[in-house]
């Protein structure tokens, strides 16, 4: 998992700015009412899914307001969020990297016309489902600011399935549906974890010249953009790649 850290570090830097200009919130919001539908219920308590969003949104500093009124109108017969589903796109961006998209749409034809522009614009070339997401794991990830053998320690204790270190902070994978179990008996003992979510980690990382990188970079940045689009995973290896968050 070389250079997941760095990943992950830019996503945090990415992360704040998007909250400034609201665009994190929507993006919970939206998520958090699709879940709702999905499960059939906006009861946290009966939805797994949904309330592991709403721990998510609530890490990412999404105001509990805006959680709590969305919730009402949802529980109320409110139809947000009953237009949307979720897709995912996989493929390959420059240099072979694979990639995967995963995007919360209420129009599929307009969602995969705009990836695939991006896609054919950056060199990268759309695959089938399945094509790419082989070579990925679904994993729970908790990032925690310093690196102490006390985190350590504590991470297993409450179940850790791996752990990687590094000079910045811990980097903690769990399997999925434990992560916010996980991050609440870290805090309980103390611990404050700064990121907590799902992710897709690759099982094996590709490395490219910081040229090459940084064409996956502008790609992977360009499907970010698109409102459809809610997060982007790649195997690109950036532990020896200069860039900027």
Known sequence: MAGHSKWAQIKRK???NDLKKGKIVSKYLRL??????????????????LRNLIEAAKNADV???????LLKRLAGGDDEGS?????????YAPGGVAIIVNALSDNRNRTASEVRHIFTKHGGSLGA?????????????IWIEPNTE??????IEAGALDLQESEEGLEVYTDPQEVYAVAN????????????EITMVPQNTLSLSQEEAEKVLRMVEALEELDDVQNVYTNLN????????
């Open 83 to 91: 237009h949307y589903e979720e897709v995912v796109y996989e493929g």
């Open 185 to 196: 008996a870290l805090r309980a003992k103390g611990f404050k974890p700064e990121d907590t």
């Open 63 to 69: 105001p509990n307001d805006n959680i709590e009124r």
């Open 129 to 141: 489902t399945g094509s790419v997401s082989w070579q990925f794991d679904r994993r729970g990830y």
């Open 32 to 49: 958090i009412a699709a879940a709702a539908r999905a499960g059939g219920s906006a009861d946290p308590a009966a939805n797994v899914n």
């Open 150 to 155: 006390a985190a350590q320690e504590a991470a």
């Open 238 to 245: 950036l532990e020896n790649i200069s860039v900027e968050a």
């Open 14 to 16: 990415k992360a704040a």
